[in-house]
């Protein structure tokens, strides 16, 4: 059968989904089944409103952090350092391998390393002028 390229100018999701069920099928005959299973810890205020927090999903025995965010009158109050150590104690509680995550040089990549993370790469210029940076921490070493 042959086969033709074509681009998509306003990608739909059920173009999407074309796409990602035949990967996820590929993936699952490869590494087995896992199911995204997300996360979130929340930080409020005093009325219940959500002012920041963390939010990521456990997949393949990993947690990816996807959002940390500590409000501006919470920071140097070690919020940010609870909020990952809570992250971390409900990885283990799910038998995670390890915590991987990703931030730019004006975020937070002196906090991570602070916290034990280890730099797995980076991407200069994105965005321009800037830089982007990949952390594990494994939480177990036998895996």
Known sequence: MP???EQSHNPTEEERQAILLPLRAYNAAQAGVSTP???ALLVRDESGEILGGLYGRVFYRWLYIDLLSVPEQGRGQ?????LMQMAEDLAREKDCIG???DTFDFQAPAFYRKLGY?????IA???PGHTRFFFQKRLISDA
């Open 3 to 5: 086969l033709r390229i």
């Open 37 to 39: 299973e997300p996360i």
């Open 78 to 82: 070690g919020i940010g350092s609870t």
């Open 99 to 101: 915590v991987w995550l």
């Open 118 to 122: 280890s730099e797995l790469g980076q």
């Open 125 to 127: 210029d994105y965005p």
